[in-house]
């Protein structure tokens, strides 16, 4: 035959897990299929091999000995933190060093974090002075942002310096150039 049952059609037949019709039409092709039978075979007596074997009873001092063990267990910690804490209550001395190494470790982050601020407040500082030596230079009286060019009447514009250097009416000419 060319359409052949599978192993696992075979052993649900074995165990009585299948439909009638479905049942029936495994058997009809067990009777004409030799290769088939034999698969049959060899699975029927694998599974009277697991029923036929005797059933173990455990030893009648086993359970006192399971009870007896249960009783002195301490009860699971429950969650991922609780299971790494439970090593250090057995061991007290540990404490104290984890306390001891953590109270350091703190520190040393705190002044690290400071240093830190410390430099970047000085990294600021050098900055203003840089800038205001690069201003120093420039003499207050003689800069003037407002000042107009020399082509233009001085007089119209109110922020320009309204004498000149000889102690008259300024003129177009006498700027203080930049």
Known sequence: MKNHVSEDQISAWLDRQLDSDVSLRI???????????RIRAELAAASNLFREMEALAPP?????????????????????????????????????EILAFATVVIACGFGVFRWSAMQTERQQLAAIDRAYHSLLPQNAESFNPFATSPWFNTESNPFANGTSETGGKSSPGSQVKR
């Not at 006192?64 to 249960?70: D, F, K, M, Q, V």
Request: proline letters at 8%; one cysteine or more; glycine letters at 6%.
């Open 60 to 96: 009648a001092h086993l359970w006192t000995r399971i009870s007896a063990g249960l009783q002195q267990m301490e009860p699971e910690p429950v969650g991922w933190f609780a299971g790494l804490v439970v090593p250090f209550r057995q061991r007290s001395w540990l404490r104290a």
């Open 27 to 37: 058997e009809k092709h067990l009777e004409c299929c030799p290769s088939c039978d």
